[in-house]
Every structure is written in structure tokens, then in C-alpha cells.
């Protein structure tokens, strides 16, 4: 993870007073590669197996959004009377730190279940921004960033409403991606074009 210069910033990034704790636990969702619990900062993977560098990376930023985001992660989560309003927001930026990540790594391409808007959106970014210095989204960048959201979360809705989960939950416009944006603007990425 330290080779890859957005990974390298989250670990680098994380505060050691959180005391984040990683644990297998063979009863979990066999189906989930992870999750991250913002009440106690632990991380549980269900298998060995499951903890993969994509894992592991995924369930390190959600534990970095609740850190820089004070706690709204822990809110969501907890949010039963709005219907974790921002869940899916929290779920399309850790798919957007995900993406960049394998970018950067020029790692073949594999853009999941209603992500297509995001892979686009990420290829603009890359291109309209110099990343020697801070990178402030653009009223255009934010507004296709909530149009390749709303794609990515009507997938989640449709395939199950009734998930256990925040992808298909209700997008928050005031949350915008500023953890990836925080990341990217403490490494040192650099735009190759």
C-alpha cells in the first residue's frame, strides 16, 4: 500500500488515537469483503481471504471518512428516523477512492455495478486538474459527481430495497467527496497528463 501514492496518504493519515482494531470473524456476512463499525473503529473481515489490498484499503478510508468527517460516518450508520440519509454518499466516495487507487496503479480497468458515471468522472478529474496543488472541485465536477451518485445509488435501491446496507440509501448534497479530495491533496499523486 505504501507504493501507491493515494494509499500511502491514507495510511499516513490515519490517527493512531482512534485505535482502529482488525479482526476475522467467521460468523459475518460471508458476502461482504469487510466493514468498517464507526462506533468502536474496528474492521472485521470474514475470512482471510477476504482481506485483499481492495479490502483493506476500502474499510481503512471509511474508517479515514470518519475521522475527517467527525464522526458523520458513526451518524449515518445510527440514522434510522432519515433512513441513513448520506449512505450512499459514504459508499460512492469509498468506490471513487478505489478506482483512483487502481489508476494510479494502471491496473486493467473494472468499473462495478452502476459506476460507470463515477469511472467517467474520475477520468475528468484526472484530466482538469494539476495535482501539485489543491484540488477544489468545480460547480460542473460537483454537479456530475451527484448525477454519477444518483446512478450508482438507484442500482443499490433496485436490486434490493430492503438491503442492510448504505449503498442504495438516500444521497446527502451537502456531503461532498472532500475526504478522496483531502487525500489527494496530502499526497503526492502526480497527474501524468
Not at 487502481?102 to 484526472?126: A, H, K, S, Y
Not at 448534497?173 to 503526492?188: A, E, F, H, V, W
Amino acid at each position: 500500500m505504501m507504493e501507491n501514492c493515494l494509499q500511502a496518504a491514507l495510511l499516513n493519515n490515519l490517527s493512531s488515537d482512534y485505535g482502529i482494531s482488525v479482526r476475522l470473524e467467521s460468523g459475518s456476512n460471508p458476502n461482504s469483503a469487510g466493514t468498517f463499525d464507526p462506533c468502536d473503529y474496528s474492521i472485521t473481515f470474514p475470512s482471510s481471504e477476504k482481506m485483499t489490498n481492495q479490502s483493506i484499503t476500502a474499510e481503512l478510508f471509511h474508517a479515514y471518512q470518519e475521522q475527517y468527517l467527525n464522526g458523520k460516518l458513526n451518524q449515518i450508520v445510527n440514522d434510522f428516523t432519515n433512513n441513513h440519509i448520506g449512505g450512499a454518499n459514504v459508499e460512492f466516495e469509498e468506490a471513487a477512492m478505489l478506482m483512483f487507487v487502481g489508476m494510479i496503479q494502471n491496473e486493467p480497468f473494472v468499473v462495478g455495478p452502476g459506476q460507470e458515471g463515477l469511472r467517467d468522472w474520475l477520468f475528468d478529474l484526472e484530466h482538469n486538474h494539476d495535482f501539485s496543488s489543491e484540488v477544489i472541485l468545480t460547480e460542473i465536477e460537483v454537479n456530475a459527481w451527484f448525477e454519477a451518485m444518483e446512478v450508482f445509488r438507484q442500482y443499490w435501491y433496485n436490486l434490493d430495497p430492503d438491503r442492510n446496507d448504505l449503498y442504495g440509501k438516500s444521497i446527502d448534497r451537502n456531503l461532498l467527496p472532500d475526504t478522496l479530495l483531502d487525500l489527494l491533496n496530502k499526497s503526492n499523486c502526480i497527474n501524468p497528463y
